[in-house]
């Protein structure tokens, strides 16, 4: 956009955007207003856009300009022109205030922008904004959303202020805070009976309250916290939402016991008497009032979770009682939510004081109390209230009795059940999985249960079914009952029911018979049969097999059967793959002698569908990839085969099964050479036999390595890699394959290097990032296994410029494996591995710093660009280990390429200043060998010089 354009061409644009019903022209529009935003333009044409009489869409527009240009580019502006764009910026704070709070919110957030980043020029901001506005009730408005979000921008990590600067300005903040308690009380005074101006006054003192400073040591003792407990008793629910936020604010401030050692004592007793309010809310069924005391009355209560909880004084029991009121009183399960955070909290307590016992049960301990008894002393205090909150909580996870099918996985019970179980998971030790089990198996006794309140009373079960002891009395009992429930029933009660048979197999892996494993699978595999639900079936069988793999053994027949069936029985293709990992897990704790034949029982069925697809010209994937499930999943410890005493002596029980399935593999890897998917599955199934058969594949090492070199040479699949890495794992270290391994990473090697190099390297890398990663996969067990193969061979130098350009490519898989081999790599020689001596590390040390001088600036600075815009925020902790690696290794070259890399294009052309510059690269020369500080500053500085189109990611126009 070279030429600045009008204020009508601005206008035509926004009523495009918003008012044309046409999809092509709104998005027109959005683009070229987006593009306006980030020119150097936007200055003048959205000002002019302010001073000008427009519709309301335009006033937005401008108002959102000034202040992401203020926020993101303010440091394009000469020094000069600061100033005015201050007084143009209150000129239209001054003439919109009476706008739409779209519009003065930009202005608002604008404004303090401007007067945190002229912290230098505008020493007395706070002064002056409340001299200059303060004068009507209109800017009066503006002035205390101003004021509001002014601490708050202090900690916006997009405005770039040095962590210096940020100290300085809460320094001054902090004292001129003293101008701010008392202007909030003249409001609250002057304007007592305007309810918008007072809800922003205590939404304003809110903000201040949480950032302290001096004014705050006298909200104690001022007027103002007796304002606050005014406006909450207020009949307007705006006023009350806004005194609540106030007294919250000022719960959170009493945590600050050093500054403030009274103020949680004058808060409780006055915020815990809101008890009635909050009774009277829901009675009411007033969920907006209601919410509101709910946040005060959480915040006080996570002030009140320390050790003194152990001891409940009359405060901490009204505490309770209210927590418990407001989750127990069928209010809405969201404002009951609210809550958990207590009661989190107060498990921790807890738990902390049943683990390690503190000093006042000391004087018990010594008196020969045991340690047993003090536990359950404390619990015991504690257990009627989480039992009426769980007993809350059973009425809230209810579904409604109209329910026609399974409750939706986006319904909003389905999120409030997954809150639940993760709440139950942390806090039930406190009443006990005996005690709950027992609690809702007699609420399910009870006459005239509906199916709802049955299943919302199974569904907690299944919360803490898993943890039942194996002397439970009540799990058999909850068995026996769940076996009369069928797939007749209603669909959401009998899922329940097959979720609740995975966690009770947990208890019933603790038994000494498997007659309760026995019911659970037959339950489940008559539920299979019916054919419904088949997801929470397979689930729970995956459970069953994992936890009860010796006394599945018995059902092994019917469990191969499946398999068989599998297709015929409709299940979908990945529960057949759970049903074969289970299988494979059964099968693998088998006794070594039925070993084999198990693993065949499984595998033939799959087989033969193999054989069958091929033969009728279908894709055989679905086939392989249930191959690969059966070979990852079969372990068999290598101390079991070497005890096994029957048949041939070390012969692995997989090897006749593997004898049997690698020629066909092999035949369909050659037959599908060109199909990258098959052959990725096909690899899959290889590299898995591999792994379990480890040391035993010795006979099958060359014909992979000769097929895998084969199929890679003409076809570059990229899983043909990490086979490769599966042989160099298990037979790097052998000197018998050290020849084979050498020739095979060669001839790995050339076509990758000729693909990448095919031209633009870096377009190569982001075209291809499936072969960095498994190459760099496979360099890496190279330098776990086998060193030399990379320290001794030109190879080594490919690999390292390898993995220096790939520090920038935007690919998760890809990054992480280029950042783990480099973060190796550089750091081998303080790797104290079983294939690095000690006697080595000098050799390992001069040859890394040869390489570092020949490409390390390469490497740094890649690193600084993918960490200052090149690559998202996400990937930053990869790119500072790897820099840190370079920092151990040499850091007088470390400092020199950083500081080269201060001339990267992201930060040349970033609005980092020369002063955060010369910070970022203080701290650099001051660092220690500590990883977190280095990180924390190599992240700050990323922070600065983020480029444009990272700020619209975060704030679109």
Same mark, same amino acid.
């Not at 205390?144 to 300005?169: C, F, S």
């Not at 049943?354 to 359950?376: C, D, H, M, S």
């Not at 038994?511 to 419904?532: C, H, N, P, T, Y």
């Not at 480099?822 to 591995?833: A, H, K, N």
């Given at each position: 956009?070279?030429?600045k354009p009008?204020?009508e061409q601005?206008c035509?644009?926004?009523t495009?955007?918003?008012?044309n019903p046409?999809?092509q022209s709104k998005n027109?529009?959005?683009?070229?207003?987006e593009?306006?935003q980030?020119?150097?333009?936007?200055?003048e044409v959205?000002?002019?856009?302010l001073h000008?009489k427009?519709?309301?869409?335009?006033l937005f527009?401008?108002s959102?300009?000034?202040?992401? *240009?203020?926020?993101?580019s303010f440091?394009?502006l000469?020094?000069?022109a600061?100033?005015?764009l201050?007084e143009?910026?209150?000129?239209?704070v001054?003439?919109h205030a009476?706008?739409?709070?779209a519009?003065t919110t930009?202005?608002?957030?604008?404004?303090a922008?401007?007067?945190?980043q002229?912290?230098r020029?505008?020493?007395?901001?706070?002064q002056d904004?409340?001299?200059m506005? $303060?004068?009507?009730p209109?800017t009066?408005?503006?002035?205390l959303?101003i004021?509001?979000?002014?601490?708050?921008?202090i900690?916006?990590e997009?405005l770039?202020?040095?962590m210096k600067?940020r @100290?300085?300005l809460?320094?001054?903040?902090?004292?001129e805070?003293?101008?701010?308690?008392?202007f909030?009380?003249?409001?609250i005074?002057? &304007?007592?009976?305007n309810?918008n101006l007072?809800?922003k006054?205590?939404k304003?003192?809110?903000?201040?309250?949480?950032?302290?400073?001096?004014?705050?040591?006298q909200?104690?003792?001022?007027p103002?916290?007796?304002?606050c407990f005014?406006?909450?008793?207020?009949?307007?629910?705006?006023?009350?939402?806004a005194?609540?936020?106030a007294?919250?604010a000022a719960?959170?401030?009493?945590?600050?016991?050093?500054? /403030?050692p009274?103020?949680e004592?004058t808060?409780?007793p006055?915020?815990? %008497?809101?008890?009635?309010?909050?009774?009277?809310?829901?009675a009411d069924?007033?969920?907006?009032r209601?919410?509101s005391?709910v946040?005060?009355?959480?915040?006080?209560?996570?002030?009140?979770c320390h050790? $003194?909880?152990?001891q409940? +004084?009359p405060?901490? !029991?009204?505490m309770?009682?209210?927590?418990?009121?407001?989750?127990?009183?069928?209010?809405?399960?969201?404002i009951?939510?609210?809550?958990?955070?207590?009661w &989190?909290?107060?498990?921790?307590?807890? &738990?902390?004081?049943t683990?390690?016992?503190?000093?006042?049960f000391?004087p018990?301990?010594q008196?020969?109390?045991?340690?047993?008894l003090?536990?359950?002393q404390?619990?015991?205090?504690f257990?009627p209230?989480f039992?009426?909150?769980?007993?809350?909580l059973l009425? /809230?996870?209810?579904?409604?009795?109209?329910l026609?099918g399974?409750l939706s996985v986006? $319904?909003?019970?389905?999120?409030?059940?997954?809150?639940?179980?993760?709440?139950?998971?942390?806090?039930?030790?406190?009443? +006990?999985?005996e005690?709950?089990?027992s609690?809702?198996?007699?609420?399910?006794q009870k006459?005239?249960?509906?199916w709802?309140d049955?299943?919302?009373n199974?569904f907690?079960?299944?919360t803490?079914?898993?943890n039942?002891?194996?002397?439970?009395?009540?799990?058999p009992h909850?068995l026996?009952?769940?076996?009369?429930?069928g797939?007749d029933? /209603?669909?959401q009660l009998?899922?329940t !029911?097959?979720?609740l &048979?995975g966690?009770?197999?947990?208890?019933?892996?603790?038994l000494q %018979?498997g007659?309760a494993?026995?019911?659970?699978?037959?339950?489940?595999?008559?539920?299979?049969?019916?054919?419904?639900?088949i997801r929470?079936?397979v689930?729970?069988?995956?459970?069953l097999?994992n936890?009860?793999r010796?006394?599945?053994?018995?059902?092994?027949?019917?469990l191969?059967?499946?398999?068989v069936h599998?297709d015929a029985?409709?299940?979908?293709? #990945?529960?057949?793959?759970?049903?074969?990992k289970? +299988?494979s897990?059964v099968?693998?704790h088998?006794?070594?002698?039925?070993i084999?034949a198990?693993?065949?029982a499984?595998?033939?069925?799959?087989?033969? *569908?193999?054989?069958?697809?091929?033969?009728?010209?279908v894709?055989? !994937?679905?086939?392989?990839?249930?191959?690969?499930?059966?070979f990852?999943?079969?372990?068999?410890?290598?101390?079991?085969?070497?005890?096994?005493?029957?048949?041939?002596?070390?012969? /692995?029980?997989?090897?006749?099964?593997?004898?049997?399935v690698?020629p066909v593999?092999?035949?369909v890897?050659?037959?599908y050479?060109?199909?990258?998917?098959?052959?990725?599955e096909?690899?899959?199934?290889?590299?898995?036999?591999?792994?379990g058969?480890d040391?035993?594949?010795v006979?099958?090492a060359a014909?992979i390595m000769?097929? !895998?070199?084969?199929?890679?040479? @003409?076809?570059?699949?990229?899983?043909?890699?990490?086979v490769a890495?599966?042989?160099?794992k298990t037979?790097?270290?052998?000197?018998?394959?050290?020849?084979?391994m050498?020739?095979?990473?060669?001839?790995?090697?050339?076509?990758?290097f000729?693909?990448?190099?095919?031209?633009?390297?870096?377009?190569?890398?982001?075209?291809?990032?499936?072969?960095?990663d498994?190459y760099?996969?496979?360099?890496?067990?190279?330098?776990?296994?086998a060193?030399g193969?990379?320290?001794?061979?030109?190879?080594?130098?490919?690999?390292f410029?390898?993995?220096s350009a790939?520090m920038?490519?935007?690919h998760?898989?890809?990054?992480?494996?280029?950042?783990n081999?480099?973060?190796?790599?550089?750091?081998?020689?303080?790797t104290?591995?079983?294939?690095v001596?000690k006697?080595?590390?000098p050799?390992?040390?001069?040859?890394?710093l040869?390489?570092i001088?020949?490409?390390?600036e390469?490497?740094?600075?890649?690193?600084i660009?993918?960490a200052?815009?090149?690559?998202?925020?996400m990937y930053?902790?990869d790119l500072?280990?790897v820099?840190?690696?370079?920092?151990?290794?040499?850091?007088?070259r470390?400092?020199r390429?950083v500081?080269?890399?201060?001339?990267h294009?992201?930060? #040349?052309?970033?609005? #980092?200043t020369p002063?955060q510059?010369?910070?970022?690269?203080?701290?650099?020369?001051?660092?220690?060998d500590?990883?977190?500080?280095f990180s924390?500053?190599v992240?700050?500085f990323?922070?600065?010089v983020r480029?444009?189109?990272?700020?619209?990611?975060?704030? %679109?126009?």
């Amino acid at each position: 956009m070279s030429e600045k354009p009008t204020v009508e061409q601005v206008c035509a644009a926004c009523t495009a955007l918003y008012h044309n019903p046409d999809a092509q022209s709104k998005n027109s529009a959005s683009k070229w207003l987006e593009e306006l935003q980030k020119t150097v333009l936007a200055w003048e044409v959205a000002d002019h856009c302010l001073h000008q009489k427009v519709p309301m869409e335009v006033l937005f527009f401008a108002s959102q300009t000034i202040r992401k *240009k203020i926020q993101y580019s303010f440091h394009d502006l000469p020094p000069d022109a600061r100033l005015g764009l201050r007084e143009s910026l209150l000129s239209n704070v001054t003439n919109h205030a009476s706008s739409t709070p779209a519009v003065t919110t930009q202005l608002s957030v604008a404004v303090a922008d401007l007067a945190i980043q002229m912290m230098r020029e505008w020493s007395t901001s706070i002064q002056d904004l409340v001299t200059m506005l $303060s004068a009507q009730p209109a800017t009066i408005s503006c002035l205390l959303d101003i004021l509001a979000v002014l601490p708050e921008e202090i900690d916006n990590e997009w405005l770039p202020l040095t962590m210096k600067e940020r @100290g300085e300005l809460r320094y001054r903040f902090g004292f001129e805070s003293t101008i701010i308690y008392p202007f909030i009380g003249d409001c609250i005074t002057k &304007y007592s009976s305007n309810v918008n101006l007072l809800s922003k006054a205590f939404k304003c003192l809110a903000s201040w309250l949480r950032f302290g400073g001096e004014g705050s040591l006298q909200f104690e003792q001022s007027p103002l916290l007796d304002a606050c407990f005014h406006a909450v008793q207020s009949e307007a629910n705006d006023l009350v939402s806004a005194g609540c936020k106030a007294l919250a604010a000022a719960c959170f401030l009493s945590g600050d016991r050093t500054h /403030h050692p009274t103020l949680e004592t004058t808060l409780a007793p006055r915020i815990l %008497d809101l008890r009635s309010f909050v009774e009277k809310a829901i009675a009411d069924e007033d969920a907006e009032r209601l919410e509101s005391l709910v946040q005060v009355l959480t915040q006080l209560a996570d002030t009140f979770c320390h050790a $003194s909880m152990l001891q409940p +004084g009359p405060q901490h !029991v009204a505490m309770l009682h209210i927590m418990t009121i407001i989750t127990t009183q069928q209010v809405d399960a969201d404002i009951a939510t609210m809550t958990f955070n207590f009661w &989190y909290n107060l498990s921790d307590v807890i &738990y902390d004081a049943t683990t390690r016992l503190p000093l006042e049960f000391e004087p018990q301990l010594q008196a020969g109390v045991a340690k047993e008894l003090i536990e359950e002393q404390i619990k015991s205090g504690f257990r009627p209230y989480f039992g009426e909150l769980f007993k809350a909580l059973l009425q /809230h996870v209810k579904c409604n009795e109209t329910l026609p099918g399974p409750l939706s996985v986006d $319904s909003t019970n389905a999120d409030l059940r997954e809150r639940v179980t993760d709440l139950m998971a942390e806090t039930s030790f406190v009443v +006990g999985t005996e005690g709950l089990l027992s609690l809702f198996w007699g609420e399910c006794q009870k006459p005239g249960a509906r199916w709802n309140d049955l299943e919302a009373n199974l569904f907690m079960m299944s919360t803490v079914a898993r943890n039942a002891r194996q002397d439970s009395e009540v799990a058999p009992h909850i068995l026996r009952a769940l076996t009369t429930i069928g797939p007749d029933h /209603h669909d959401q009660l009998y899922i329940t !029911v097959l979720d609740l &048979y995975g966690r009770l197999a947990v208890w019933s892996s603790t038994l000494q %018979d498997g007659e309760a494993a026995g019911i659970i699978w037959q339950q489940l595999v008559r539920a299979l049969s019916a054919r419904k639900h088949i997801r929470p079936v397979v689930r729970s069988l995956g459970v069953l097999c994992n936890n009860c793999r010796s006394k599945i053994a018995p059902f092994f027949d019917e469990l191969t059967s499946i398999v068989v069936h599998a297709d015929a029985l409709e299940i979908p293709k #990945a529960d057949v793959i759970d049903i074969i990992k289970g +299988g494979s897990r059964v099968a693998s704790h088998m006794p070594v002698d039925r070993i084999t034949a198990a693993v065949t029982a499984i595998s033939t069925p799959i087989l033969e *569908k193999l054989t069958k697809d091929i033969n009728a010209g279908v894709s055989p !994937v679905t086939a392989l990839d249930r191959l690969a499930s059966l070979f990852k999943n079969t372990n068999v410890p290598e101390a079991r085969v070497k005890e096994h005493a029957a048949g041939p002596a070390g012969v /692995h029980p997989l090897w006749p099964v593997v004898q049997t399935v690698f020629p066909v593999l092999s035949a369909v890897l050659e037959r599908y050479a060109g199909n990258n998917v098959v052959i990725e599955e096909g690899n899959r199934c290889i590299k898995y036999i591999i792994r379990g058969l480890d040391t035993h594949a010795v006979p099958l090492a060359a014909p992979i390595m000769e097929q !895998v070199t084969k199929l890679f040479a @003409g076809h570059k699949h990229s899983s043909c890699l990490y086979v490769a890495q599966g042989l160099v794992k298990t037979f790097g270290d052998n000197p018998e394959f050290a020849d084979g391994m050498l020739l095979m990473f060669r001839t790995l090697s050339a076509p990758t290097f000729a693909t990448l190099t095919s031209g633009n390297l870096e377009e190569q890398l982001v075209q291809n990032p499936e072969i960095v990663d498994d190459y760099l996969r496979l360099a890496r067990s190279i330098l776990e296994k086998a060193p030399g193969m990379l320290l001794e061979t030109d190879l080594g130098v490919n690999a390292f410029q390898l993995g220096s350009a790939a520090m920038r490519l935007r690919h998760r898989d890809a990054h992480e494996t280029t950042s783990n081999f480099m973060r190796l790599y550089v750091g081998l020689w303080r790797t104290d591995g079983l294939h690095v001596s000690k006697e080595q590390v000098p050799a390992i040390k001069q040859y890394l710093l040869q390489l570092i001088d020949a490409y390390g600036e390469q490497l740094v600075g890649n690193i600084i660009g993918a960490a200052t815009g090149d690559l998202p925020t996400m990937y930053l902790a990869d790119l500072c280990d790897v820099l840190f690696e370079v920092h151990l290794l040499t850091p007088d070259r470390c400092y020199r390429f950083v500081e080269a890399a201060m001339g990267h294009r992201n930060i #040349a052309e970033s609005r #980092a200043t020369p002063e955060q510059k010369a910070e970022f690269l203080g701290a650099f020369s001051q660092v220690n060998d500590r990883l977190t500080s280095f990180s924390d500053n190599v992240k700050r500085f990323g922070r600065f010089v983020r480029n444009v189109h990272d700020e619209n990611e975060n704030d %679109d126009a």
